[in-house]
T-cell receptor, first 111, second 113 residues
Framework: EPEVTQTPSHQVTQMGQEVILRCVPI?????FYWYRQILGQKVEFLVS????????KSEIFDDQFSVERPDGSNFTLKIRSTKLEDSAMYFC?????????FGPGTRLTVT | KQEVTQIPAALSVPEGENLVLNCSFT??????LQWFRQDPGKGLTSLLL?????REQTSGRLNASLDKSSGRSTLYIAASQPGDSATYLC????????????FGTGTRLTVIP
């Protein structure tokens, strides 16, 4: 069964460094999303992407964040200058229309 | 802003018992509601999706109901098994045209053998 994959599973970085989180959505899906979950808190929406552009973004998704679909299969989330409070599990999701399918997540630890 | 609440926060039941998990949301203007399962340190597995026009959906031992006007959904798990132990999340998609999901805090279920 097709699934969303994410790499790496765990990323440790120092404050101020740039990180890129990678996702391969399900191949026939059209909508792509990033969510994050800070330990012990709710899953929060960051951004959605459709037709090669951002369709929605939350207040969390500020100028430090960017997304890209560099080729026909990958979908990336870049954080330009990480802060301690960016430490969280980051989930990529994709959908054809309504039902969103999530990847296993990347645990980002900022030290 | 949409707020999604799930009660109880944790639930422990003996194997074989039927159980109900609750989800409530403050804004009834939703497009759909999705139930997920999350295992510790893992991603989210989609269990059921209910469109706003539907009253319930079933998949195996799972049955989800939706009462949009009262802002409630329930997930019924029949004949619980230890393998059902996980955190169960509900999430709503607003009908405003946005396609993001608003998540609840989850119910952590433990099924005791």
């Amino acid at each position: 069964e097709p699934e969303v994959t994410q790499t790496p599973s765990h990323q440790v970085t120092q404050m101020g460094q740039e990180v890129i989180l990678r996702c391969v959505p399900i191949s026939n899906h059209l909508y792509f999303y990033w969510y994050r979950q800070i330990l012990g808190q709710k899953v929060e929406f960051l951004v959605s992407f459709y037709n090669n552009e951002i369709s929605e973004k939350s207040e969390i998704f500020d100028d430090q964040f960017s997304v890209e679909r560099p080729d026909g299969s990958n979908f990336t989330l870049k954080i330009r200058s990480t802060k301690l409070e960016d430490s969280a599990m980051y989930f990529c999701a994709s959908s054809v229309h309504y039902e969103q399918y999530f990847g296993p997540g990347t645990r980002l630890t900022v030290t | 802003k949409q707020e999604v609440t799930q009660i109880p926060a944790a639930l422990s039941v003996p194997e074989g018992e039927n159980l109900v998990l609750n989800c409530s949301f403050t804004d009834s203007a939703i497009y759909n509601l999705q139930w997920f399962r999350q295992d510790p340190g893992k991603g989210l597995t989609s269990l059921l999706l209910i469109q706003s026009s539907q009253r319930e959906q079933t998949s195996g031992r799972l049955n989800a109901s939706l009462d949009k006007s009262s802002g409630r959904s329930t997930l019924y798990i029949a004949a619980s098994q230890p393998g059902d132990s996980a955190t169960y999340l509900c999430a709503v998609r607003p009908s405003t045209g946005a396609n993001n999901l608003f998540f609840g805090t989850g119910t952590r279920l433990t099924v005791i053998p």
